[in-house]
């Protein structure tokens, strides 16, 4: 056996949650095996490969919540991943795949493991705790592919390399079938896996996942299990004695519920049930398995050494800011600002990181510690761009695992310091997992969001129109069985704010479905117009000539957006032959390099301005993406302005564009068909101009905050 080492670096299919740490290969007899490590807490935990149909990203739910408490290892079962693909059946027996284990520990270092496997992955980890006790802490078996019982009995009606004259149901389950329609098998048997409703985005990785495999390979693998020949399997369950956890669901479709119970008694573990769950719970229900996980883990905690009675504590809220942008910080420390006038004693916490921190360290804001090991969402937002587009449906979907991770930090936190209150503002991660996890609420709760439901691009087709109404429908069972989960649910805005669409066939309209579900605060931009004075003192205060144009330019708090700053700086000198005194101040923001902006005469380039809205509501034209903050901040102003919504992006194509056309606010412009001459002469059509625009209040953020205090 030899160990080969190779560079930190992972193939981004899609943002991980966490990276590992190290990553290698073991060579068994000229198969090579790829590993990853995370973490370097204690004991270790090796999640062992599945069937070869996927690979180790099937873990993906549990490695960055694992990593923050353990030392965790994974490796690609051979056949799939970055290991190779051997061809033959003896290379795929039960013992090749425990021995590949026992590798990737000794190239290591670890000497005991605890064991986590998922289906067929249960067979290896029997062989290691019955043939190897001296390396084996514990198992956990989950949907355990043990035959200590019968299996679904419509699996085994049909031999697996035998010619079949039908194609109905499990008689996809053929190598022949395999060769003939591999997609079709793939989608046949993950709907299986997954039978659990709105699973489409759990089998839509297993089906990437299971084409880096071809089909025969996967026979290959398929006869070396050999589920015809259980007897060696049952003798080594009855070997195994260290601690065992079977975790199983009742509606597996796989692997019976039977095969489950069997093994906990054979193997003298405890049997926990998923009433309602499929074959991967992992995946579907990652929370509570991960929880369990942790429990089987290190089953005893250390008792606090202190412990303060319940009327003795001060008030304590931890308030949850999206980091997508920073309207949400503005308008959260707006918020907070009146709730502390409220409840002069509330301590608020807040559970954030960029580029939102940026604007909580300027406003004096207590960070929590624990805000560091958030997984970052506004890279993945960005990773996730192309120039001036940005499927924010789709990289929404793509940020699962983020969002699992980030939610496992905050149960971390809340389970470690008693709060009154919890805030979420569109913290997706807090409500979707509350909802299906209800039993983790341990505080009030208040959600505030400025749009409501996920609506499809034109181009995206049927798929997607299925995919952005199932998603809705989610959110809709979740407020009909869980009513009083959400305490209070705040929309920023106004009734009239909501677009008129439907959440989807045969769901309610938005607005109608809103209306009953939420208070309306009104908008909240965080600041009072009245308090930036006299325009011209302004002006003076911030360096602006009396007889300068400023415009400002300005794409908001993440990367996305460099393309838009980079197509009107070339604009610039166009626009300045017809505006002699134009001034034009480029804000790059917190997370675009400045330096990696062109330079003209005229045209100045700065990062991140604290306050901003002061310099829009002095500047005489902005130019901005199509995101609310920007552009609602510039409307209370009344100040002229042109926005280019993002492509593909839902939420500003529709949701804000039906609010600013409410407020008669802003010009809309497309970046496709606009080239440099064309944004020209729009600023020096826009740059100065009277406007009409309906007023915003300036009480949004007190009405939010008297809703919110009644909680306390």
Known sequence: MTTIQTPRSAQREQTRARYPDETGYIEREGVRVFWERYGDGKPTVLLLPTWSIVHSRHWKMQIPYLARHYRVLTFDGRGNGRSDRPRGVEVYRPLEFAADALAVMDANGTDQATLVAMSC????????????PERVDGVVYIGPAVPLAPGHPERSIHPFDEPLDTEEGWAKDNSHFWSRDYLAYLEF??????????????????????????????????????????????????????????????????????????????????????????????????????????DFIQPSQAPTSAWRRARARSRRALYVCSPIGLGHARRDVAIARELRALVPDLQIDWLAQDPVTRVLEAEGERIHPASAELANESSHIESESAEH???????????????????????????????????????????????????????????????????????????????????????????????????????????????????????PPIREWT??????????????????????????????????????????????????????IDAHPLAAAHVPELRTIVVAG???????????????VVGYVHNLYRHLAACDLAVVQGGLTTAMELTANRRPFIYFPLGHHFEQNFHVR??????????????????????AAAIAEE?????????????GARRAATRIAEML
């Open 121 to 132: 992955g249960a067979l290896w980890a029997t062989i290691l705790a019955a043939d190897h």
């Open 189 to 294: 048997f993950f709907a299986k896996c997954f039978n659990e409703p709105h699973s489409t985005k759990q089998i839509e990785d297993c089906i990437g996942w299971a084409l880096e495999i071809d089909p025969q390979t996967l026979a290959d693998t398929s006869r070396g299990i050999d589920f015809g020949a259980p007897e060696p399997t049952i003798e080594r369950c009855g070997r195994v004695r260290c601690p065992t956890l079977v975790i199983h669901g009742d509606r597996d479709l796989i692997r019976p519920l039977a095969q489950g119970e069997a093994l906990a008694r054979t193997t003298g573990g405890r049997l926990v049930t998923i009433e309602g769950g499929g074959h991967i719970p992992t995946a579907r229900d990652p929370v509570r398995v991960n929880l369990m996980l942790r």
């Open 389 to 507: 587009d940005l499927h924010c449906f789709q990289a929404w979907r793509r940020m699962d695992e983020i969002l699992v991770a980030n939610f496992m930090v905050f149960d971390d936190v809340v389970e470690a310091e008693p709060y009154d209150l919890w805030i979420g503002d569109e913290a997706w991660e807090l409500d979707y997992y509350l909802h299906e996890n209800p039993e983790l609420k341990r505080a009030a709760y208040c959600w505030l969001t400025d749009f409501v439901g996920w609506l499809p691009m034109p181009d995206g087709g049927e798929r997607e129109a299925f995919l952005t109404a199932d998603y809705n429908a989610e959110m809709v069972e979740h407020i009909d069985r869980f009513p009083r989960l959400r305490d209070r649910a705040i929309f920023v805005g106004n009734p009239d704010d909501i677009v008129p669409d439907r959440l989807g066939p045969e769901l």
């Open 515 to 568: 209306e009953r579900h939420f208070d309306f605060a009104g908008y909240v931009s965080g600041f009072d117009p009245a308090a930036c004075g006299d325009r011209e003192a302004l002006r003076a205060e911030l360096g602006y000539g009396e007889q300068e144009r400023i415009c400002i330019v300005s794409v908001g708090g993440s990367g996305v957006g460099a393309h838009l700053l980079r197509r009107v």
């Open 590 to 604: 917190p997370r675009i390099d400045p330096a990696s902006l062109p330079r003209h005469d005229g045209v100045e």
């Open 658 to 679: 039906h609010r600013l056309e409410r407020y008669n606010a802003g010009r809309c412009m497309d970046i496709d068909s606009s080239p440099p001459e064309a944004i």
């Open 687 to 699: 740059i100065g101009r009277e406007v009409d625009y309906r007023p915003v209040e300036t009480d």
